[in-house]
Structures are given as structure tokens and as C-alpha cells.
């Protein structure tokens, strides 16, 4: 947190600062992993260091969510064969999927994401 309310002060006038958080991550480091943030903490964490948020948006959706649990928990990524068959074709198919139901927009009730960016700048 040091690090990110340094970047914030020493962001110049009408200088902005662009963040992109994880939010569905496995947890590591225990217990010492703290930093999970959603889109209203994202911008909560903006605003409390006088930057207004000029846009946020999400990583991917609900399917992309999906598809991390899947990677991560049965290891798609390991052997030649899996990692390109497996996790890129399947990759591909559920991003689809995010910007068929989705239309990549944030405009649904539930906002399961893998990360989010928002870019903030200096309030006036």
C-alpha cells in the first residue's frame, strides 16, 4: 500500500496513474495475502488518495473467472500438448463466451472478475 499512496502523491497535476489489481487469484503467501480488490475497492482506493477515476473496467468475466480456476487448479499450462490444446483453445472459447453474454461490459449484476484496471487521475 506504501508503494501504490507514493505513486499516487507524487502523480503530477492532471498527471494520471493507470492500476490493474488482481481480484480472482489462488491464494499464496499465507497468511500474508491481503490484497484481493473488487471494482468499488478499486475505486474507494482512488478516490481516498484524491484521484478521481476517469474509467474501470474488468479483465474478463464470470467465464474468463472460469477458465483460471480450471487452469490453475489442473495445471493446463504444464507439457507442450496441454498448454496448447488445452488452455489456449480453451481460453479462446470461454473469452468468447465473456463477450457473447457480456459484451465485455460491466453491466452485469454479478461482476466475477479475474482483475480490474482503471485509469484515475489527479483531481482539480
Known amino acids: 500500500m506504501d508503494g501504490y499512496e507514493g ?3 507524487s502523480t503530477y497535476e492532471e498527471g494520471v496513474v493507470s ?3 488482481p481480484q480472482y ?7 500474508s495475502d491481503y490484497f484481493r480488490f473488487t471494482r468499488n475497492g478499486l ?3 482512488c ?7 476517469m474509467k474501470c473496467w474488468s479483465m474478463g468475466g464470470s467465464f474468463l473467472v472460469l477458465y483460471r480456476v480450471i ?5 493446463l499450462n504444464q507439457g507442450f500438448i496441454r498448454k496448447i490444446v488445452m488452455a489456449n483453445l480453451l481460453s479462446l472459447v470461454l473469452n468468447g463466451f465473456d463477450s457473447f453474454f457480456f459484451h465485455h ?3 452485469r449484476n454479478i461482476n466475477d472478475s479475474v482483475g480490474w484496471t482503471c485509469i484515475a ?3 482539480h
Open 47 to 53: 478516490e481516498s488518495n484524491d484521484l478521481k477515476v
Open 105 to 107: 461490459q460491466d453491466n
Open 71 to 75: 487452469e490453475l487448479n489442473f495445471r
Open 19 to 21: 492500476i490493474t489489481v
Open 121 to 123: 487521475g489527479k483531481q
Open 25 to 31: 487469484w489462488p491464494q499464496h503467501g499465507h497468511p
Open 7 to 9: 505513486n499516487c502523491k
Open 43 to 45: 475505486i474507494a482506493l
